[in-house]
């Protein structure tokens, strides 16, 4: 600790998951005093993200590290109308990761501490005050400067007086160990009025098994949960998953799919990843845009500290992507959405147009039957 500084820490991180664990790796390039307070004992337990990475974060960031042991590469994604037809999308050159995920996490926890982080495992952020031109954060001292990366319910939003996400689908995803899909090159997306009002259901293979999720619009005036068990009964044979094996992990939580409603800064205190609403109001995929997002706070914090930035808080702000094309068909997946135009159109133009958009970023696609 440097004596003569008032505070105890440059930065404080509160959540050590992607866009937390960006925020202070940037920040500690720079010589910081860093620390991250994670709530759980096991950064890798009770996890609410599939942690299927795009080619982009993992070519373009630190995740390029991550040991190949705990990357699957899916390059397709099989997409099937409500009655089970299915056409194959692919894009040259590109692709996606899924992860071990509760390893990658528990990789990434080992990254903080190697560079220089304080990670508090098993210690809980409960509240922080204004102290001069920083906070003084219950449990972890003095700090200039308070990031919030503790998830869409964030905590550090409700003590700072900072806005919050009110748009969710509620997720339910289940691991089946040591299985393999047929197709295990590809993403299975499915869609479904049935099964997945305002989202879809998916399959996937990854290094350890394979993962099967499922997700809905969230009301809290008529909350629902995922019907998995009708869910996997429809999709089963069609993905080649035994009816006999049993989900060996289930994880279910809240997924924003909207930005914060107010505001995502104040002086000296900023939100980042879920708690900012960095994901894609159509996909609900984050984890890409919240590491860069993270990243971009941590780095500007370095940079603003050490006299050659400008205010960490209109970086922040300008970060935020905005979406507004994949809020209209966000809107159109929640009012406009049948099954049977679906089945009828799978291979329309219109169709292919909507999925160029969700998972291949307008690149231009192969489609095969």
Known sequence: MNSTSPHDWDLVVVGASFAGAACALAAAQYGLRVCVLE???????????????????VEQTWLRRIPATLLQRVEQVRLYAPNLRSVCLAAPGYYFMTTDTPNVLRWLAGELRTNGVDLRLGQSFTQAHRHGDGWDVAGAGRTRYLVGADGACSRVAQRTGLGSVRDFLY??????????????????????????PGYIGWAAQNPTGVQVGLAVRHDPARARQPDME??????????????ALKPGATRAGLIPCGPVKGALTAPGVVLT????????????????????????????????????GPAVEAVAAQAVPHSRGKRMLRWAMDHLQLDWPMDLMLQSGMVRRAAEQIYFHRRGLRMDR
């Open 39 to 57: 709530r759980k004992d096991d950064p890798g337990a009770r996890l609410h993200t599939t942690g299927i990475l795009v080619k982009e974060v």
């Open 171 to 196: 997720g339910v995803e289940q691991e089946f160990a040591g299985a393999g899909l047929p197709e295990g090159r590809a993403l299975h997306c499915f869609a479904s009025r049935r099964y997945a």
């Open 230 to 243: 009708g869910f996997l009964a429809h999709v089963r044979d069609m993905i080649g998953l035994p009816a």
């Open 273 to 308: 990843g879920d708690a900012a609403g960095i994901v894609s109001p159509l996909s609900a995929g984050g984890i890409h845009a919240s590491w860069r997002q993270g990243w971009t706070v941590g780095d500007a914090v370095g940079l603003h500290l050490r006299g050659r």
